[in-house]
């Protein structure tokens, strides 16, 4: 087996393993239990134009991944020369995401949402990887990307991470906003102890 066969596997199952996870937490939240006009409503509420461009940059990568894992003659110049020690890191990197967006998800339970609200009768979440990062299903989102950058050796892949990190501050600032509305005090306190998705080392 080549090195590069070797990757598009772990690539292929690596993807296979984060979307279960996501998947299987994504239905047990209380928000994949309200009817589709209850979901529509709060999309809307979210922002029309932020759910749309969530699509858009979900879909395009299935179909950038896709063209990846055939090895797709057309994309051959969007690969670059990597160590093959440093494409094992990656491999290794998105290995360790699955235990942590599992240790995320379990947390904070049926506080999740897929949209930026917070359940009825919520608290405030602080234990567990909430303790030390506000945001550690994004953290594990950019370790796990981070590590099929690497795996992949592609430009394209390494488009979408980049493509996608504004977006993906944008809405952590706006996560952020609502729940300072929804707990004020408690949680600016909860903002100066924590680093938003790395642990505050000082």
Excluded: C
């Excluded at 950038?64 to 670059?80: E, G, K, N, R």
């Excluded at 609200?117 to 405030?124: D, F, I, N, Y």
């Amino acid at each position: 087996m080549t090195l590069d066969l070797a990757m598009r596997i772990i690539f292929l199952l690596s993807w296979i393993i984060f979307g279960g996870i996501r998947i299987y937490y994504g239905r047990e939240s209380p928000w994949a239990k309200q009817s589709r006009s209850e979901r529509f409503e709060s999309i809307k509420k979210d922002g029309l134009a932020g759910g749309i461009l969530l699509l858009v940059l979900f879909y395009s990568f299935f179909i950038v991944a896709f063209l990846y894992l055939i090895d797709f003659p057309l994309i051959s110049w969007s690969y670059f020369p990597l160590l093959p020690e440093i494409r094992i890191i990656g491999a290794i990197l998105g290995v360790l995401s699955f235990p942590y967006i599992h240790w995320a998800h379990k947390t904070l339970g049926s506080a999740f949402s897929a949209t930026i609200q917070t359940q009825e009768a919520s608290v405030l979440v602080t234990k567990g990887p909430f303790a030390r990062v506000r945001h550690p299903i994004y953290s594990s989102h950019t370790l796990f990307n981070f590590g099929l950058v690497l795996v992949s050796a592609n430009l394209l892949i390494l488009a979408y991470l980049l493509v996608g990190i504004p977006f993906t501050y944008k809405r952590m600032f706006k996560e952020e906003k609502t729940l300072l509305d929804d707990f004020g005090e408690e949680y600016e306190e909860y903002m100066k102890r924590t680093g938003r998705i790395f642990p505050k080392l000082f």
